[in-house]
Nanobody, 114 residues
Framework: QVQLVESGGGLVQPGGSLRLSCAAS????????MHWFRQAPGKQRELVAS???????DYGDSVKGRFTISRDNAKMTVYLQMNSLKPEDTAVYYC????????WGQGTQVTVSS
């Protein structure tokens, strides 16, 4: 069993930045693809960013050029740096391990509003 714990969400003004973190409890992290998803109220969950092994990254069209996914295997943590945030980025953000995702975090709320 792998536990994933997200942190770093909150309220930010449009144009601002946040960095989300997701800490894993298992060494499985080191050799597994990791993903960030998000789900806004009334919408389907969408894939935001992925990082595989080796560190190949991919992004959803709506966040390309603004968000950056990275990982620290020593800390068993994956990050999502979010810049130039927009109100439409408001959602619960989840990290997930594996392809297809096998383990999910509990989610962290990101609200972009003035």
């Amino acid at each position: 069993q792998v536990q994933l714990v997200e942190s770093g969400g909150g309220l930010v003004q449009p144009g601002g930045s946040l960095r989300l973190s997701c800490a894993a409890s298992s060494i499985m992290f080191s050799f597994s693809p990791m993903h960030w998803f998000r789900q806004a109220p009334g919408k389907q969950r969408e894939l935001v960013a992925s990082i595989t092994r080796p560190d190949y990254t991919d992004y959803g069209d709506s966040v390309k050029g603004r968000f950056t996914i990275s990982r620290d295997n020593a800390k068993m943590t994956v990050y999502l740096q979010m810049n130039s945030l927009k109100p439409e980025d408001t959602a619960v953000y989840y990290c997930a391990l594996g392809t297809p995702p096998t383990y999910w975090g509990q989610g962290t709320q990101v609200t972009v509003s003035s």
